[in-house]
């Protein structure tokens, strides 16, 4: 995967994150290195593996990331909040603990390529 746009937030700015909530629907250019195995684009969901307030969303539906580009930012009280407003995120975060991880959206393709967790399969129908 070189970049991702994102289609669809599934959480605002202030909301409460759980662990493993759906953060995104995103679109990626490809999953697998080999381009002979090149399917075209396709959809995956990213979950959080933090808890915390989303602070900012610093993608809008439509913008397209790059691996280790931030795409939020995440506190841990809604107090906290206000401090973010303004703030110059890095531009690469590939280095930092890994917070999202992501499932391809389509059930078809999830059995080819990797699962969709259980808690999450009823984002698909919505």
């Not at 993608?59 to 990331?65: P, R, S, T, Y």
Request: net charge negative; glycine share 6%.
């Amino acid at each position: 995967m070189s970049e991702a746009k994102i289609l669809r937030w599934y959480i605002s700015e202030g909301e409460h994150l759980e662990m493993t909530q759906l953060l995104a629907l995103v679109e990626v250019d490809r999953l697998l290195s080999d381009p002979s195995q090149h399917t075209g684009p396709t959809e995956m969901q990213i979950e959080g593996h933090e808890e915390g307030i989303i602070a900012q969303l610093l993608l809008n539906e439509g913008d397209v990331a790059s691996p280790g580009e931030p795409i939020a930012l995440l506190c841990e009280s809604a107090d906290d909040v206000p401090q973010f407003e303004g703030i110059d995120p890095p531009e690469d975060v590939s280095d930092s603990m890994f917070v999202w991880q992501a499932y391809v959206a389509d059930a078809k393709d999830a059995q080819e390529h990797c699962r969709i967790p259980e808690h999450n399969k009823v984002r698909q129908e919505e």
